[in-house]
């Protein structure tokens, strides 16, 4: 059974700073993971897309990047502002279809 | 959320009545996910469907729950009877069908059952 796991579940950092998020799954076996924002009180945003056959991927200030074999992803955030603050949910497809396997999530608050 | 439509936003029932959850997916997604939020379980997804088949069931906690597609442009999720500890998020999700799609989100429905 496909486990997710993130690490820290919360972090608090200065405006400015570079971060990393981390995201790892216990089985290796998957079709791609997708890493997502979540405000409080709303809906998923879908950040990134990696595909299995895929290393890495990148959107703006984010970078997320898939190591399949060890079962890590992280997601590296630029020059973090305020408004980055949410939880970012780290998930992967598992069980040889489209359903999600969700991790639950790391609370990030940027300080101005 | 890609345009993916849920409703009510905000429900609250008292245990023992029926909820229906709705869900207006954008046109083009062939599958549709229902999942369930909760702070001590997280995001788990009950039920999926492709092109209106139920695919996988698996997640749906027990007989209380069921779901239905009737056609590509709407999908509900009932509850009955509802209990306290069905309170949570319930998102609805869309994708494309491929199994390396990805999935976009409805804002939710935020359930209270008292």
């Known amino acids: 059974k496909q486990e997710v796991t993130q690490i820290p579940a919360a972090l608090s950092v200065p405006e400015g700073e570079n971060l990393v998020l981390n995201c790892s799954f216990t089985d290796s076996a998957i079709y791609n993971l997708q890493w997502f924002r979540q405000d409080p009180g709303k809906g998923l945003t879908s950040l990134l897309l990696?595909?299995?056959?895929?290393r890495e991927q990148t959107s703006g200030r984010l970078n997320a990047s898939l190591d399949k074999s060890s079962g890590r992803s992280t997601l590296y955030i630029a020059a973090s502002q305020p408004g980055d603050s949410a939880t970012y949910l780290c998930?992967?497809?598992?069980?040889?279809?489209?359903?999600?396997?969700f991790g639950k999530g790391t609370k990030l608050t940027v300080n101005p | 959320d890609a345009g993916v439509i849920q409703s009510p936003r905000h429900e609250v029932t008292e245990m023992g009545q029926e909820v229906t959850l709705r869900c207006k997916p954008i046109s083009g997604h062939n599958s549709l996910f229902w999942y369930r939020q909760t702070m001590m379980r997280g995001l788990e997804l009950l039920i999926y469907?492709?092109?209106?088949?139920?695919?996988?069931d698996s997640g749906m906690p027990e007989d209380r729950f069921s779901a239905k597609m009737p056609n590509a442009s709407f999908s509900t999720l009932k509850i009955q009877p509802s209990e306290p500890r069905d309170s949570a998020v319930y998102f609805c999700?869309?994708?494309?069908?491929?199994?390396?799609?990805?999935?976009?989100f409805g804002p939710g429905t935020r359930l209270t059952v008292t």
């Open positions: 999700a869309v994708g494309s069908g491929a199994r390396t799609s990805e999935q976009y």
């Open positions: 469907f492709n092109n209106n088949v139920p695919i996988d």
């Open positions: 998930a992967v497809s598992a069980g040889g279809s489209e359903k999600l396997v």
């Open positions: 990696i595909q299995s056959s895929q």
